[in-house]
């Protein structure tokens, strides 16, 4: 079975500071993977995904995430944290064999700081 | 519209009443699904239509909950005798086609709060 787990439940980082939220996942086929973005009462917003294609994958808002399967991790990172970024992450993973279903991660809230 | 819509965006009832949630999806997109997000955790997966195939409803947690779709167009899940823990936010999404390399779009989801 495909599983996902968010290392961190809470990041506080200072605006224009580097954003590193972790995720490692497992899964037996080749994996798509994805980060999703929630903001306070509002619905998942995908940031970025990765479908076996470049391992870096930029995404938008200045996000990106590399796939590393030695690793099996797939981080997101930003280089300089805004305000507007606090919100919930959500690192993502399906594979051939589940086909559209979705593992969600727990999610990472995501605090920035003046 | 745009993107995924969901009705009501808030509901409150009594336990032991029926409700009824609303989606619709984007205009052209195959797949549609429904998920529960209780307080503070992930999303958990309740079902899965495509086109005219039959759903998936593995996710589905009880035989109070059911769902229907017409087509390609709206869905509607239906929680019947609702209890307490049934609160949680219940997002839809939809995509172009099925495959799980196909990004999702969200809606904003519908709050159920069960007194």
């Known amino acids: 079975a495909q599983s996902v787990t968010q290392l961190d439940s809470h990041v506080s980082v200072s605006e224009g500071t580097p954003v590193l939220l972790r995720c490692n996942y497992s899964s037996s086929y080749s994996p798509s993977l994805f980060w999703y973005v929630q903001h306070p009462n509002k619905g998942l917003q995908l940031l970025l995904k990765y479908t076996s294609a470049a391992t870096l994958v930029k995404g938008i808002n200045g996000f990106e995430a590399e796939f590393k399967k030695s690793e099996t991790s797939f981080h997101l990172t930003k280089p300089s944290a805004h305000m507007s970024d606090a919100a919930e992450y959500f690192c993502?993973?399906?594979?051939?064999?589940?086909?559209?279903?979705?593992?969600f991660g727990t999610g990472t809230r995501l605090q920035v700081t003046l | 519209g745009a993107g995924v819509s969901q009705s009501p965006s808030n509901k409150v009832t009594e336990k032991g009443k029926d409700v009824e949630l609303r989606c619709d999806p984007i205009?052209?997109?195959?797949?549609l699904y429904w998920y529960r997000q209780r307080l503070g955790q992930g999303l958990e997966f309740l079902i899965y239509?495509?086109?005219?195939?039959?759903?998936?409803k593995s996710g589905l947690p009880s035989d109070r909950f059911s769902a229907e779709r017409t087509g390609e167009s709206v869905s509607t899940l239906t929680i019947q005798r609702t209890q307490q823990e049934d609160s949680a936010v219940y997002l839809c999404a939809s995509s172009l086609g099925p495959g799980g390399n196909q990004p999702q779009h969200f809606g904003d989801g519908t709050r159920l709060s069960i007194l």
């Open positions: 239509f495509q086109g005219n195939s039959a759903p998936d």
């Open positions: 205009s052209g997109h195959t797949a």
């Open positions: 993502v993973v399906s594979d051939l064999r589940t086909a559209s279903k979705l593992t």
